[in-house]
Antibody, heavy 118, light 106 residues
Framework: EVQLQESGPGLVKPSQSLSLTCSVTGYSITSNYWGWIRKFPGNKMEWMGYISYSGSTSYNPSLKSRISITRDTSKNQFFLQLNSVTTEDTATYYC????????????WGQGASVTVSS | DTVLTQSPALAVSPGERVSISCRASEGVNSYMHWYQQKPGQQPKLLIYKASNLASGVPARFSGSGSGTDFTLTIDPVEADDTATYFCQQSWNDPYTFGAGTKLELK
């Protein structure tokens, strides 16, 4: 059974970088696609991007200049880095397996709450 | 971006039938999906491609629609169904989500 778990700092200062790790068990990240989604206070959700089995990436155009998704296949982990954060990046960040053939996210990690504040 | 519009909240009694709607600002073919999120938990896929039940999801849940109008139906509703239900489209880039419908039981 594939399981995902996010980890990383819960508090980030404005203008700094947000970095999160998604640890995957039960499935190799060299298969399939793996993505990040965030949920803002008030419930709005936003697809951020994904990394493929080959390491190629795709990002939401609204974040393209600030986001980077990378991976470490030896640890079966993939990572999110979001630069120059503001208070508007305060959200719960989820990692999930992205099913390329229908565009769904299944399953999801538990989520990591990140607050951007000085 | 494709905007998905959902009603913010519904309240129903256990045993009743409830329909949750999602309207897209432009056509998404059948690439509309539904997730359930209970408080403190991660979203869980319920329905994919408008009408297909995800693995392990009870048959009380069903989905319908195509183009711009989609519906998630729960029949009968159980107490455990208290949650927020999100729709998501994967036809137009970037993929987008609705703001969610909070289902409360009377």
């Amino acid at each position: 059974e594939v399981q995902l778990q996010e980890s990383g700092p819960g508090l980030v200062k404005p203008s700094q970088s947000l970095s999160l790790t998604c640890s995957v068990t039960g499935y190799s990240i060299t298969s399939n696609y793996w993505g990040w989604i965030r949920k803002f206070p008030g419930n709005k959700m936003e697809w951020m991007g994904y990394i493929s089995y080959s390491g190629s990436t795709s990002y939401n155009p609204s974040l393209k200049s600030r986001i980077s998704i990378t991976r470490d296949t030896s640890k079966n982990q993939f990572f999110l880095q979001l630069n120059s954060v503001t208070t508007e990046d305060t959200a719960t960040y989820y990692c999930a397996r992205w099913r390329y053939y229908d565009g769904t996210y299944y399953p999801w990690g538990q989520g990591a709450s990140v607050t951007v504040s000085s | 971006d494709t905007v998905l519009t959902q009603s913010p909240a519904l309240a129903v009694s256990p045993g009743e039938r409830v329909s949750i709607s999602c309207r897209a600002s432009e056509g998404v073919n059948s690439y509309m999906h539904w997730y359930q999120q209970k408080p403190g938990q991660q979203p869980k896929l319920l329905i994919y491609k408008a009408s297909n039940l995800a693995s392990g999801v009870p048959a009380r849940f069903s989905g319908s629609g195509s183009g711009t109008d989609f519906t998630l139906t729960i029949d009968p509703v159980e107490a455990d169904d208290t949650a927020t239900y999100f729709c998501q489209q994967s036809w137009n880039d970037p993929y987008t989500f609705g703001a969610g419908t909070k289902l409360e039981l009377k």
